[in-house]
């Protein structure tokens, strides 16, 4: 045991005294005769810290996800600290770039970052801006934001890879009532929580406080099942099958809200009209995009069957999430729903006298690999612990908590019978992923601002680090 907690505290050592080194290998100090030299340079390092992430919270038996977050949040602040400049744009998330479209509209310099950035860090970021590396930064920033945003894309095609409609058609009457009251009791009682702790709240952004309550990342519970071997029980069964619904159900949610943002006013007549168009998209996607498939698989005919699998599944995922964002939806849902649709039997016909060993899960995975963990870093960067620190954020992030675990838990009483409720009420808590695909969304919006994002992500650390050992401690009692 001794020797376990050295290696923990050696761990620890190598983190910190690494970050500062990535970050300072990000940093801009000589000409480059190619301008993609540093842009290879900034996301190189960004992926590197990921790396260090993901490797310390495997050692530590911690999702992948929380390590990526946590050395985010770490480079963050130390950086920002030591005064690292792609670092302290980085920090700014989508408010830099909105700042660089108001420039291009013809806004004064100074006046774009003052509207889009605010007042404390405006002179910080207008220095490195009119610095000498103050393009190059930006294109590192920019690079990094669109391969986190494909990321998120791929991330969520995977889930609906993982997803069945057969599946969803089959888990029954439980798994739909948990998930259901999974999504509306933490939505409530987030929509609760930020009116009772922020002063003088926009119903804008308690709408989407509750809209990224109501996330389930189930892969979290999924690891804790399979590792007690309890993935064929009963309990696991309406976990797993909640989960599914309560992602549809989710994102539904998130378009609905997303929607009401960008129209600027809650009208019954718009709300209804979202409704319509998630929907006619969802069944336009789910009964049309198999003739779409099997049209280009018909195209790609003359190509190798693995470079056919994986220029189909990009084409199709881009365009879905295309489609979706034209339609008024998130480009996630687009992505989910391309996963939902695609599967290897479409080109079980390819070549009959030999099958690919490869299926479609294991092509994207390296996109996946590659690109999620720039995006869980990425959102740990934005997390200002300046602001995080304050009274009135933590006393919200603790509102945020509470909500977040009573309304899964409460979820695992819409099961009936004998199953071990408590545990399925647990089993859906963990935000993980999902939560933070929400927060980045709200922020992207302009609804969710530093405190109130660095207060969501508390509630998705918090949430993902407690759900194994309590899921693991309710399955136990309950045998």
């Known amino acids: 045991m001794d020797s376990l907690h050295h290696h923990r505290r050696l761990l620890v050592l190598l983190v910190l005294l690494l970050l500062p080194g990535a970050a300072a290998a990000i940093q801009f100090h000589v000409s480059h005769s190619d301008p ?59 408010a830099i770039f909105e700042a660089m479209a108001n420039l291009l509209k013809g806004e004064e310099l100074e006046l774009a970052c003052l509207n889009a950035v605010g007042v404390e860090g ?36 995977l889930v609906g890879l993982d997803t069945s409609i057969d599946e969803m058609r089959r888990v029954g009457p439980d798994s739909g009532r948990v998930a259901i ?87 019954l007549f718009n709300i209804l009209m979202i409704v319509v168009m998630a929907t006619l ?9 198999p003739f779409f498939i099997r049209f280009i698989v018909r195209l790609f005919r003359r190509l190798d069957l693995i470079e056919a699998k994986m220029f189909v599944s990009y084409l199709f995922v881009m365009v879905l999430a295309w489609l979706a964002n034209l339609s008024g939806l998130a480009t996630i849902i687009g992505a989910f729903t391309a996963g939902l649709i695609l599967h290897d039997a479409y080109f079980d016909s390819w070549n009959n006298d030999r099958k690919c060993p490869i299926c479609i899960k294991d092509l994207i995975m390296p996109l996946e690999v590659i690109l999620v963990p720039i995006f869980f870093v990425l959102m740990g960067i934005q997390v200002k612990l300046e602001t995080l620190l304050q009274p009135d954020v933590m006393l919200l992030a603790a509102g945020l908590l509470v909500a977040a675990i009573v309304g899964k838990v409460v979820a695992g009483f819409g099961a009936f019978g004998g199953s071990n409720r408590w545990a399925i009420g647990v089993g859906m808590m ?3 992923e999902v939560g933070l695909i929400f927060a980045a969304i709200g922020k992207s919006l302009g609804v969710l601002d530093d405190a109130l994002f660095s207060a969501v992500v508390l509630m998705v650390v918090v949430t993902t680090l407690l759900s194994p050992p309590l899921l693991k401690y309710c399955l136990r009692r309950c045998d």
């Open 430 to 432: 963990p935000r993980g």
């Open 181 to 267: 009251v999974g999504v509306l009791f933490p939505f409530l009682l987030g929509l609760l929580a930020s009116v009772l702790l922020i002063e003088d709240v926009k119903f804008h952004t308690s709408l989407f406080l509750g809209a990224t309550l109501v996330a389930t990342s189930v892969g979290i519970s999924a690891m804790v099942l399979q590792e007690m071997k309890m993935q064929q029980s009963e309990t696991a069964r309406i976990i797993l099958g909640a989960a599914v619904f309560d992602d549809v159900l989710g994102l539904l949610m998130l378009a609905i809200v997303s929607g009401i943002v960008v129209t600027g006013s809650v009208n």
């Open 122 to 157: 405006t002179w910080h970021i207008l220095d490195i801006l009119r610095g000498p590396h103050g393009n190059e930064i930006m294109q590192v920033a920019h690079t990094v934001d669109v391969f986190s945003r494909y990321g998120v894309i791929f991330l969520l095609f």
């Open 36 to 94: 993609i030299a540093p842009v290879i340079l900034g996301v190189t390092g960004i992926l590197f810290v990921a790396l260090v992430g993901r490797f310390s919270a495997r050692k530590l038996g911690l999702p992948s996800v929380l390590g990526e977050l946590l050395v985010g949040i770490a480079l963050g602040n130390l950086a920002y600290y030591f005064s690292f400049d792609l670092i302290t744009v980085l920090r700014e998330g989508p």
């Open 281 to 289: 998209f969802l069944l336009a996607a789910i009964y049309l995009g």
